[in-house]
């Protein structure tokens, strides 16, 4: 056997098809070149259409496969127009990214009922609903991928946590239970947790860079996270080499978690 046989075998996705939320900017759009590239048939999902189409068309020129769709997943009307688009282009999904999210951190203390909705809706409820269309029909195949995108604030408190933290702790324990429900039926489900990656979703902090430097140096390899740095990991999740991983968060954070 080749090594590119060999490879193939382990890590290629060619015949799959994939669907990722928030797969047109940050960690999302890293995730969705990685698969697209691996040869799975990938669907997009998100709000702006300039950035879906750019995406698509820069995959599309590199002879993957891929469409769009755009839904807000902030209401269950959207996660339902999301679902059946992303149907529509390819078929029943093999895999499931859940990145799409949303950062809304006030002080705690002045945190009301709106923001806290907003951020559960979107960070957990969608996922969940992608969950409940598409994870039994993979159960029922036989073959199943849902990887969901955390935050290290789903282990640990700080830069004002919020609602965001509440939430993305919530998105892995919905893996365990997700994983629990459906891995007997060859669904494996894991959440990928990065470090800091400058990305739209934290403009903010990205703008101090005395904080930039200091997460930086709380890692153990001396910097910050790269969107290029969870193609791997995405894709060996995505893939079959995984069968036996479920259930876990996986860090992509250079050692921040450790430190």
């Given amino acids: 056997m080749s090594t590119h046989t060999y490879l193939s075998e382990l890590f290629s996705l060619a015949g799959r098809v994939a669907v990722v939320t928030g797969g047109s900017s940050g960690i999302g759009r890293g995730i969705t070149d ?15 259409e300039a950035e879906l189409k750019a995406t698509v068309g820069e995959l599309e020129a590199e002879g993957c496969r891929a469409a769009w769709v755009s839904a807000d ?9 999301a679902a059946e688009g992303a149907v529509e282009a390819f078929g029943e999904p093999d895999i499931l990214v859940n990145c ?16 806290w909705d907003t951020t559960m809706t979107v960070n957990l409820k ?19 991928r849902i990887i969901h995108i955390t935050s290290q604030q789903a282990h640990r408190a700080f830069v004002n946590s919020g609602a965001y933290g509440v939430s993305k702790g919530a998105l892995e324990s919905l893996a365990r239970s997700q994983a629990e429900a459906w891995s007997p039926y060859g669904v494996t489900v894991n959440t990928l947790v ?6 739209p979703l934290n403009t903010q902090l990205s703008a101090d860079p005395e904080k930039v430097a200091a997460l930086a140096a709380r890692t153990l390899v001396g910097r910050n996270g790269l969107v290029d740095d969870f193609a791997g990991a995405a894709v060996f999740l995505a893939g079959r080499s995984s069968a036996y991983v479920t259930g876990q968060s996986v860090f992509v954070d250079g050692g921040f978690s450790v430190h």
């Fill in 73 to 81: 997943l902030g209401t269950a009307e959207g996660v339902r127009t």
């Fill in 34 to 48: 990685a698969l697209a590239r691996a040869g799975a048939s990938v669907v997009v999902v998100a709000r702006r």
């Fill in 194 to 199: 990065p470090g800091f990656v400058p990305t």
């Fill in 126 to 144: 969608a996922p969940f609903l992608l969950g409940q269309r598409f994870g039994p029909g993979m159960a029922e195949r036989g073959y199943g």
């Fill in 100 to 115: 799409a999210g949303i950062n809304l951190r006030p002080p705690f203390g002045e945190l009301g009922e709106d923001v």
